[in-house]
């Protein structure tokens, strides 16, 4: 198989929870990029294994995997991918528990993907990072993050529009903005 066709195993394995078998395929194609000098397609697909990786627990292994991977990316002039790169970083970082750096990689990414113009991925990224700034006890930082990603996704329904409202209060309350 080629690596095309080794990563649209991986994929299906991946979707079907199947995910040793994603996660060798996955390896195969990364390899098979690498020896073709495709640095770019090896990262992104890289990155797939690190996914894949985190859903089996192995968070040493996905931070291993997507080590790097930002920097290519950064180097091939392709923001989107270097944002996702380094939010699967900061997710890798997080599942170890090393939440300060993990907190510090989700705000590169979100600003990252900002400027890739990927609201989406930027507000996901910016929930993560509310989520560990909880864990890290600031509240008032995780509603910041909160609020932004909730400002940040395209055509919000009406809950959210709601919930970003309700975040606005502590910032009164405690003179924010």
Not at 16 to 37: D, I, K, T, W
Not at 47 to 65: F, I, R
Request: no cysteine; glycine share 12%.
């Amino acid at each position: 198989m080629d690596s095309t066709e080794l990563n649209s195993a991986g994929m299906e394995h991946y979707r079907a929870g199947r995910f040793p078998e994603a996660a060798q395929a996955f390896r195969s194609a990364v390899e098979a990029l690498q020896a073709a000098g495709d640095l770019p397609g090896a990262a992104e697909i890289a990155n797939n294994l690190a996914v894949t990786l985190l859903a089996q627990g192995d968070a040493s292994g996905a931070l291993e995997a997507v080590e790097g991977t930002a920097a290519t990316f950064q180097r091939a002039a392709d923001p989107k991918r270097q944002g996702q790169a380094l939010g699967n970083q900061a997710a890798a970082l997080e599942a170890l528990g090393k939440l300060r750096e993990a907190a510090e990689l989700y705000g590169q990414a979100a600003e990252v993907l900002e400027q890739a113009g990927d609201t989406e991925a930027r507000a996901l990224v910016l929930k993560s990072l509310a989520g560990v700034q909880m864990r890290r006890g600031d509240p008032m930082g995780a509603l910041a993050s909160m609020q932004a990603g909730l400002q940040a996704a395209e055509n919000p329904g009406w809950g959210a529009r709601l919930t970003s409202q309700i975040l606005r209060l502590p910032f009164k309350l405690f003179g924010g903005k």
